[in-house]
């Protein structure tokens, strides 16, 4: 049996989530609206040589990329929403971008970061690579130009696995690729890889994992796959070529990995992330602590508090998907920005619910009120409801640290959710007028409000 009671695995994350990590363009974190210091994403270059067969990233595959335009881009589009964040001083981490940008446009977007906010010392600088673009001699250049974290996509060490996966290298590209990465990057070299592909079987992924263990530095990101629609993949497995992996082996091949891992000394501090001596990705972790972030690239999002409109609000934005689009509106207007939405108190307080639990520390107190200085955790989810029945069958913990998942709640977070968001919602409306004396955090009123290419 692989479920706990009646709760299944649902350690992916639900759409939703999903999509959170799903963040292109190149991420510049500020800021202070809630007192916290904010963070970075993990943004995109937007072309791929060539599209893996399990991928529904924004990526193009355009062989002649005007990278000079682009770059003049990027950081003509950083510079423009580091002045509408007013985000000066408090940017502490950039995300970095995919290993098919040059190091010098890695180097342009660093600088013009630099140049327009305070870049704290050690500031989190990740690069996402793809072991078929990471030569020594273009790690070297990543290096000097201010990368000093790499994420290197390995996915699989097994070469039947990676051509089904439709990556570019090979297992022993890969393996390559991480010890370059760990030389040039030692104890700051993480990988990505996904579990769960069809065909695989637990013995495989438990060797599989051993081997792993033999090659990875101090952080792994370690995925299931999630079957995109519109993928070849996905494809393949609708039309019955390929078989599709029985959840009750998924949650066993992740319970195996999470054992594995935490008996070699990791820390499991996220749904799918591991960490050893403190080798935790910062900039992972300001983004589930729902901290601000400017997103900037083609379909890149961002979470900030529009400062130059003297606003208080907290706004979603989305830039542009198309690079070629973009780059046309943000050489006429600055930006790309296509959408943005004020979130209001309660889907700010849903991203903090759904993000924060998927760390081991879940929501502290402190973190809460930043977002709901009216109402404590204590007054949402400490009355009799869902987040005391799930306390009481052992995936919840609400105590004087905040609220978090106990580890067997963390891989089902995605069954406990609905319940959590629908506690959330229901005391927030019956509460929130009556309580709320100025608005949640610095949210204008419920209704969110959607403007297009504007500001
Ligand atoms: C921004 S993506 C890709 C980064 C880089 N281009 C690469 O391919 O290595 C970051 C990670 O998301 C994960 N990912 C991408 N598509 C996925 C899917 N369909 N299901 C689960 N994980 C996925 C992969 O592990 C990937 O390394
Ligand atoms: S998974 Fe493949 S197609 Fe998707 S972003 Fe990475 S390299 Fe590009």
Request: hydrophobic residues 35%; glycine residues 10%; aromatic residues 6%.
């Amino acid at each position: 049996g692989s479920t706990h009671g009646s709760r299944r695995r649902g350690h992916v994350p639900c759409p939703r989530l999903y999509s959170e990590r799903k963040r292109h363009g190149w991420f510049v974190s500020d800021s202070f609206c809630y007192g916290r210091p904010p963070h970075a994403p993990c943004p995109q270059w937007p072309y791929c040589r060539k599209r893996c067969s399990y991928c529904n990233f924004n990526t193009y595959g355009v062989p002649a990329v005007d990278e000079a335009t682009l770059r003049s881009c990027l950081v003509r589009e950083a510079q423009t929403l580091l002045r509408l964040s007013q985000v000066h001083r408090w940017v502490h981490r950039v995300g970095g971008t995919p290993s098919l940008a040059s190091p010098g446009t890695v180097a342009a977007v660093l600088e013009a970061v630099a140049g327009a906010a305070h870049l704290q010392a050690g500031a989190e600088v990740t690069l996402e690579a793809n072991p078929s673009s990471t030569s020594t001699p273009a790690l070297a250049g990543f290096r000097a130009a201010g990368v000093n974290r790499l994420s290197v996509g390995v996915q699989s060490l097994d070469d039947a696995e990676l051509r089904m996966l439709g990556r570019e290298h090979t297992a022993a590209e890969a393996r390559k690729a991480v010890e370059a990465a760990r030389g040039l990057f030692p104890g700051r070299t993480s990988i990505d890889l996904l579990f769960g592909l069809p065909g695989q079987s637990r013995d495989a992924w438990a060797q599989r994992l051993e081997e792993i263990l033999r090659l990875c530095d101090d952080h792994i990101s370690l995925y299931q796959l999630t079957l995109e629609r519109d993928t070849a993949l996905a494809a393949q497995v609708r039309c019955g070529a390929l078989p599709t992996p029985p959840q009750d082996l998924l949650a066993d091949m992740y319970q195996t990995a999470c054992n594995v891992l935490v008996a070699a000394g990791f820390r499991h501090y996220e749904v799918s992330n591991f960490a050893r001596k403190g080798a935790l990705s910062t900039h992972n972790l300001s983004y589930w602590q729902a901290d601000q972030y400017i997103g900037v690239g083609p379909g890149a999002h961002g979470r900030f508090v529009l400062r130059a409109e003297g606003g208080c609000s907290r706004e979603a934005r989305v830039q542009t998907l198309e690079p070629v689009t973009w780059m046309r509106e943000v050489q006429s207007q600055g930006h790309g920005t296509r959408s943005r939405a004020v979130l209001s108190p309660l889907e700010q307080l849903e991203e903090l619910l759904t993000l924060g639990l998927r760390t081991d520390e879940g929501i502290t107190h402190e973190r809460w009120g930043h977002f709901s200085p009216q109402l404590s955790l204590q007054a949402v989810f400490g009355e009799a409801g869902e987040a005391r029945a799930l306390q009481q069958e052992g995936w919840l913990v609400l105590d004087s640290s905040g609220l978090r998942c106990t580890w067997a709640g963390l891989a089902v977070l995605d069954s406990l959710l609905p319940d959590l968001l629908w506690q959330l919602q229901r005391v927030l409306v019956r509460e929130g007028p009556r309580r709320r004396k100025e608005p949640v955090a610095g949210a204008q009123g419920l209704s969110a409000a959607t403007m297009d290419n504007n500001g």
